[in-house]
């Protein structure tokens, strides 16, 4: 079955420290990974995108991810964290095709300590 | 920048109550989504859109749901007859004709049904 899980849902992290989110997941096809915030309030905002070649993956606001198929995972890393980065990460799972589903994660929160 | 919009942000219906709920979609983009999520759960894909008709629903859209783009800017989610269950988060989204694979979310319809 498709699935993406991510086994943290609440994590908490000192402004200025580092962050991985973990994100795993299983799909019978080549997976295209997306990684989205959603800050208080706002709409889903895609972070980065991860479709073929290099496996680390730059996006906004100074994230990055890393795909390792042997491990069907996709973690998301920020080397230093701003109280700014306090929302919900979602990793999702799908096809470059237009028009077909995204499987989400849970969801992780993320919350920045001063 | 251009962004989803989504109306009513938050909505309290009675259950067995029809609502609809409403976007406007990036006016460039012509694949449209909703998805939702039920408090405490995953993000669910619903129903994607496109050239007047629909491209992927999930059984999660059964008889209950509909979906139409009335005009040239609005794209509506119709609950025929809601449930309690039918309580969550619905994001509209929308992506261009390019395979890039990115959505475009809006910033969620709030259902309460009591």
């Known amino acids: 079955a498709q699935s993406v899980t991510q086994p943290d849902i609440h994590i908490t992290v000192s402004e200025g420290a580092s962050l991985e989110l973990r994100c795993n997941y299983s799909y019978g096809a080549t997976p295209y990974l997306f990684w989205y915030v959603q800050s208080p309030g706002q709409g889903l905002q895609l972070l980065l995108k991860y479709f073929s070649g290099d496996t680390l993956v730059q996006g906004i606001k100074g994230f990055e991810a890393e795909f390792k198929r042997s491990q069907s995972s996709f973690n998301l890393r920020k080397p230093s964290v701003h109280w700014s980065d306090a929302a919900e990460y979602f990793c999702?799972?799908?096809?470059?095709?237009?028009?077909?589903?995204?499987?989400f994660g849970k969801g992780t929160t993320l919350s920045v300590s001063s | 920048e251009p962004e989803v919009t989504q109306t009513p942000s938050h909505q309290v219906t009675q259950m067995g109550q029809e609502v609809i709920l409403r976007c406007v979609p990036i006016s460039n983009h012509l694949y449209f989504y909703w998805y939702r999520q039920i408090l405490g759960q995953k993000v669910e894909f619903l129903v994607s859109f496109y050239n007047n008709e629909i491209s992927e629903k999930s059984e999660i859209f059964d008889d209950q749901f509909s979906v139409e783009r009335p005009d040239g800017s609005n794209f509506t989610l119709k609950i025929r007859s809601t449930k309690l269950e039918d309580s969550a988060m619905y994001f509209c989204?929308?992506?261009?004709?390019?395979?890039?694979?990115?959505?475009?979310f809006g910033e969620g319809s709030r259902l309460t049904v009591l």
């Open positions: 999702a799972v799908g096809t470059i095709q237009a028009g077909t589903a995204l499987i």
């Open positions: 989204a929308s992506s261009a004709t390019a395979n890039t694979g990115e959505l475009f």
